[in-house]
C-alpha cells in the first residue's frame, strides 16, 4: 500500500499534505486517535479537524483516497458551509 500513497502524495503535491505515524515508536498517539488498523488514513480540514478515515487495502487504497480527497478538495457546497461556520 506504500507505494501506492507515495504515488497519490505526489499527485495532491501542493494540494493535500500526506504524513504518516509509526506505531511501535507513538503508540499513545495511534490509541488516541483509534488507529487499530493498518494502513489507516485520516481525512483532516483546516479549522474544522478530521472529517473522514478509510481503513485500507491494497486493491482499494487508491480508489478509497482519491474518492475522498475529491470530495475534501473538490470544493462541494456543503464543504465550504461547513468551513464558514
Same mark, same amino acid.
Given at each position: 500500500? %506504500?507505494? %501506492?500513497?507515495? @504515488?497519490?502524495? =505526489?499527485?495532491?503535491?501542493? /494540494? +493535500?499534505?500526506?504524513?504518516? *505515524?509509526?506505531?511501535? +515508536?507513538?503508540? +499513545?498517539? *495511534?490509541?488516541?486517535q483509534r488507529v487499530f488498523s493498518f494502513p489507516t488514513v485520516h481525512f483532516?480540514?483546516?479549522?474544522?479537524? =478530521?472529517? $473522514?478515515?478509510?481503513?485500507?487495502?491494497?486493491?482499494? +487504497?487508491?480508489?478509497?483516497? @482519491?474518492? %475522498?480527497?475529491? /470530495?475534501?478538495?473538490?470544493? $462541494? %457546497?456543503?464543504?465550504?458551509? =461547513?468551513?464558514?461556520?
Amino acid at each position: 500500500v %506504500r507505494p %501506492r500513497l507515495e @504515488r497519490l502524495e =505526489r499527485e495532491y503535491a501542493g /494540494r +493535500a499534505t500526506f504524513l504518516q *505515524c509509526n506505531f511501535k +515508536a507513538e503508540p +499513545a498517539l *495511534c490509541y488516541e486517535q483509534r488507529v487499530f488498523s493498518f494502513p489507516t488514513v485520516h481525512f483532516y480540514l483546516p479549522r474544522i479537524g =478530521r472529517v $473522514s478515515r478509510a481503513v485500507l487495502t491494497g486493491k482499494d +487504497a487508491v480508489p478509497k483516497v @482519491r474518492e %475522498r480527497l475529491g /470530495r475534501f478538495l473538490g470544493g $462541494s %457546497r456543503q464543504l465550504r458551509l =461547513r468551513q464558514e461556520l
